[in-house]
Protein backbone atom coordinates (compact mmCIF):
# COMPACT_ATOMS: atom_id res chain seq x y z
CA UNK A 1 0.00 0.00 0.00
CA UNK A 2 1.53 3.39 -0.47
CA UNK A 3 2.15 5.89 1.81
CA UNK A 4 -0.32 8.17 2.78
CA UNK A 5 0.08 11.95 2.97
CA UNK A 6 -2.50 14.51 4.13
CA UNK A 7 -3.32 17.94 4.50
CA UNK A 8 -6.04 19.49 6.74
CA UNK A 9 -7.47 23.23 6.01
CA UNK A 10 -10.69 23.26 7.80
CA UNK A 11 -12.25 21.04 10.71
CA UNK A 12 -13.44 18.99 8.00
CA UNK A 13 -10.25 17.50 7.09
CA UNK A 14 -8.96 17.86 10.21
CA UNK A 15 -12.09 14.88 11.30
CA UNK A 16 -10.49 12.71 8.04
CA UNK A 17 -7.00 13.06 9.55
CA UNK A 18 -8.06 12.61 13.05
CA UNK A 19 -10.05 9.44 11.55
CA UNK A 20 -6.70 7.75 10.25
CA UNK A 21 -4.76 8.45 13.39
CA UNK A 22 -7.35 6.71 15.71
CA UNK A 23 -5.34 4.61 18.03
CA UNK A 24 -1.92 5.52 16.67
CA UNK A 25 0.55 5.01 19.11
CA UNK A 26 3.70 7.53 20.76
CA UNK A 27 5.89 8.04 23.36
CA UNK A 28 5.96 11.51 25.19
CA UNK A 29 9.24 12.01 23.77
CA UNK A 30 7.73 12.23 20.48
CA UNK A 31 6.25 15.48 21.25
CA UNK A 32 7.66 18.85 19.72
CA UNK A 33 6.06 22.21 20.56
CA UNK A 34 8.38 24.76 18.42
CA UNK A 35 7.38 27.87 19.69
CA UNK A 36 9.81 30.33 17.68
CA UNK A 37 8.70 27.96 14.40
CA UNK A 38 5.18 28.01 15.35
CA UNK A 39 4.93 24.67 15.33
CA UNK A 40 3.61 21.51 16.80
CA UNK A 41 4.53 17.89 15.80
CA UNK A 42 4.25 14.36 16.65
CA UNK A 43 5.79 10.57 15.56
CA UNK A 44 3.36 8.49 15.96
CA UNK A 45 2.62 4.84 14.98
CA UNK A 46 -0.50 4.72 13.57
CA UNK A 47 -2.30 1.92 13.35
CA UNK A 48 -3.08 1.12 9.63
CA UNK A 49 -6.84 0.96 9.41
CA UNK A 50 -6.99 1.45 6.20
CA UNK A 51 -5.48 -1.85 5.25
CA UNK A 52 -8.77 -4.14 5.93
CA UNK A 53 -9.76 -6.76 8.28
CA UNK A 54 -8.95 -9.40 5.62
CA UNK A 55 -5.43 -8.63 6.12
CA UNK A 56 -2.83 -8.99 8.99
CA UNK A 57 -2.84 -5.66 11.16
CA UNK A 58 -0.09 -3.46 10.73
CA UNK A 59 1.50 -0.16 12.14
CA UNK A 60 2.89 2.38 10.11
CA UNK A 61 5.09 5.36 11.15
CA UNK A 62 3.78 8.55 10.80
CA UNK A 63 4.29 12.17 11.44
CA UNK A 64 1.99 15.22 11.95
CA UNK A 65 2.49 19.12 12.57
CA UNK A 66 0.23 21.67 12.88
CA UNK A 67 1.42 25.05 11.68
CA UNK A 68 0.35 28.59 13.02
CA UNK A 69 0.59 27.21 16.53
CA UNK A 70 0.12 30.20 18.54
CA UNK A 71 0.18 28.25 22.10
CA UNK A 72 0.06 24.41 23.37
CA UNK A 73 -1.25 23.41 26.63
CA UNK A 74 -1.23 19.87 28.48
CA UNK A 75 -3.27 18.05 30.75
CA UNK A 76 -2.72 14.45 32.50
CA UNK A 77 0.76 14.21 30.69
CA UNK A 78 3.45 13.50 32.78
CA UNK A 79 5.73 15.25 30.24
CA UNK A 80 8.94 14.16 32.48
CA UNK A 81 8.42 10.64 31.60
CA UNK A 82 9.78 10.61 28.10
CA UNK A 83 8.81 7.03 27.48
CA UNK A 84 5.43 6.80 28.56
CA UNK A 85 3.25 5.45 25.86
CA UNK A 86 -0.03 7.39 24.96
CA UNK A 87 -2.77 6.56 22.85
CA UNK A 88 -3.95 8.43 20.87
CA UNK A 89 -8.03 8.41 20.24
CA UNK A 90 -8.98 11.28 18.62
CA UNK A 91 -8.58 15.13 17.39
CA UNK A 92 -11.30 18.11 17.79
CA UNK A 93 -11.73 21.05 16.80
CA UNK A 94 -13.52 24.11 18.87
CA UNK A 95 -13.99 26.99 16.32
CA UNK A 96 -16.07 29.26 18.06
CA UNK A 97 -13.39 31.95 17.05
CA UNK A 98 -13.13 30.71 13.73
CA UNK A 99 -10.69 30.66 11.02
CA UNK A 100 -8.97 30.50 15.06
CA UNK A 101 -9.07 27.71 17.36
CA UNK A 102 -8.40 25.19 19.64
CA UNK A 103 -7.13 21.34 17.96
CA UNK A 104 -7.48 19.19 20.85
CA UNK A 105 -5.68 15.55 21.00
CA UNK A 106 -7.21 13.30 22.97
CA UNK A 107 -5.81 10.55 24.72
CA UNK A 108 -6.68 7.36 26.32
CA UNK A 109 -6.97 7.58 30.33
CA UNK A 110 -7.65 11.29 30.48
CA UNK A 111 -4.69 13.09 29.24
CA UNK A 112 -4.83 15.71 26.34
CA UNK A 113 -2.91 18.42 24.82
CA UNK A 114 -4.78 21.25 23.53
CA UNK A 115 -3.27 23.31 20.38
CA UNK A 116 -4.11 26.68 19.79
CA UNK A 117 -3.70 27.58 16.01
CA UNK A 118 -4.49 30.94 13.77
CA UNK A 119 -5.98 28.47 11.32
CA UNK A 120 -6.61 24.98 10.66
CA UNK A 121 -2.97 24.33 9.28
CA UNK A 122 -1.82 20.73 9.43
CA UNK A 123 -0.17 18.25 7.65
CA UNK A 124 0.36 14.05 7.86
CA UNK A 125 2.53 11.75 6.35
CA UNK A 126 3.72 8.38 6.16
CA UNK A 127 7.33 8.38 6.89
CA UNK A 128 8.03 4.31 6.99
CA UNK A 129 8.26 1.83 7.75
CA UNK A 130 5.38 -0.70 7.88
CA UNK A 131 5.66 -3.74 10.43
CA UNK A 132 2.86 -6.26 11.78
CA UNK A 133 1.35 -5.24 14.68
CA UNK A 134 -0.18 -7.76 17.82
CA UNK A 135 -3.07 -7.11 17.11
CA UNK A 136 -6.17 -4.98 16.22
CA UNK A 137 -7.01 -2.08 18.66
CA UNK A 138 -10.05 -2.82 20.84
CA UNK A 139 -11.69 0.06 23.18
CA UNK A 140 -11.51 -1.91 26.59
CA UNK A 141 -9.73 0.17 29.20
CA UNK A 142 -8.28 -2.97 30.01
CA UNK A 143 -6.46 -3.81 27.13
CA UNK A 144 -3.68 -2.21 26.31
CA UNK A 145 -1.40 -2.83 23.19
CA UNK A 146 2.44 -3.13 22.93
CA UNK A 147 4.45 -0.65 20.71
Known sequence: MDLLKLVALD???LA???????DAVLRVGDIVFLPRERRFAIEVR???????????PQRRLTCMHFDQVKGVR???????????VLNLLA????????????AT????????IQID????????????????????????ESS???L
Open 117 to 140: VECVELQMKDVGPVWAADGRPIHD
Open 74 to 84: VRGIDQTNKDA
Open 16 to 22: IVSTHLQ
Open 144 to 146: TER
Open 91 to 102: ISFDETDAPSGT
Open 105 to 112: LIFAEGGA
Open 46 to 56: RFDWEAGFDQP
Open 11 to 13: PED
